[in-house]
């Protein structure tokens, strides 16, 4: 597995994060995110939620569209979710990305079981 940094996050911080899911794990990341100044982009399945987070936390909603404005996206869902939001946006974010200039969104997940989200995403 290489190495593949963000430029940006290297100067001083992510500017603009994502946050895929909003529960407990992804609420949390958006919060800190979004006190730390950080423009946070976020996708949660629930419109209730999405709608409650757009409230002071989260300034847009994270999609194909977007997802390159991002440092950093956290996954922050169950494994299969992860899974089907990694293979729904893997072109989107293979355009987001610039292997020679490593640059690009870094990807993290915090999903406890690592093998299959591993698996998969790579």
């Keep these: ?23 407990l794990i992804g609420g949390s990341f958006a919060r800190g995110y979004a006190q730390a100044g950080v423009r946070v982009l976020a996708w949660d399945p629930d419109d ?3 709608t409650a987070a ?12 977007t997802l390159g404005e991002c440092d950093i996206i956290v996954l922050a869902c169950y494994p299969e979710a992860c899974i089907e939001w990694l293979e729904t946006h893997a072109k989107a974010l293979a355009d987001a990305t610039d292997t020679d200039a490593i ?4 990807v993290i997940d915090t999903v406890g079981v690592k093998g299959i989200v591993c698996e998969r995403a790579f």
């Design 54 to 65: 757009s409230m002071g936390t989260v300034a847009g909603e994270l999609n194909d569209k």
């Design 103 to 106: 640059m690009g969104p870094v």
């Design 1 to 23: 597995m290489g190495t593949v940094r963000n430029a940006r996050v290297n100067q001083g911080g992510p500017k603009c994060a994502g946050i895929v899911g909003l529960g």
């Design 48 to 50: 209730d939620v999405m």
